[in-house]
């Protein structure tokens, strides 16, 4: 089971720019589909962003041009990088991790992005 720790959290104005960290242990890295979900007050949780051991990304509607993930094996991070913010991207963020063919199962503790206007 992979271990997974995020930061990069924060407050930031609207237009502003963020990027999340996911440090992974405890289990080899590059063998994991990453994601980047949010969960905002009253809202749903959502998956925002993927990435697969391959590289292949995916976004949600409301993020694409604005948001990249992307991953570093050699440093066991994923990231997400996320320009243009929106009042509405505030939201705690928490990263995932799957084995090739299953859901997502282990997750981070979570951290706090607010984007004030």
């Known amino acids: 089971q992979v271990q997974l720790v995020e930061s990069g959290g924060g407050l930031v104005q609207v237009g502003g720019s963020l990027r999340l960290s996911c440090t992974a242990s405890?289990?080899?890295?590059?063998?994991?589909?990453m994601g980047w979900y949010r969960q905002a007050p009253g809202k749903q949780f959502e998956l925002v962003a993927g990435?697969?051991?391959?590289?292949?990304?995916n976004y949600t509607d409301s993020v694409k041009g604005r948001f990249t993930i992307s991953r570093d094996n050699g440093k066991n991070t994923a990231y997400l990088q996320m320009n243009s913010l929106k009042p509405e991207d505030t939201a705690v963020y928490y990263c995932?991790?799957?084995?090739?063919?299953?859901?997502?199962?282990?997750w981070g503790q979570g951290t706090q992005v607010t984007v004030s206007s």
């Open positions: 995932a991790a799957a084995r090739a063919g299953s859901n997502f199962g282990s």
């Open positions: 405890g289990s080899i890295f590059s063998r994991y589909a």
């Open positions: 990435i697969t051991t391959g590289g292949t990304t």
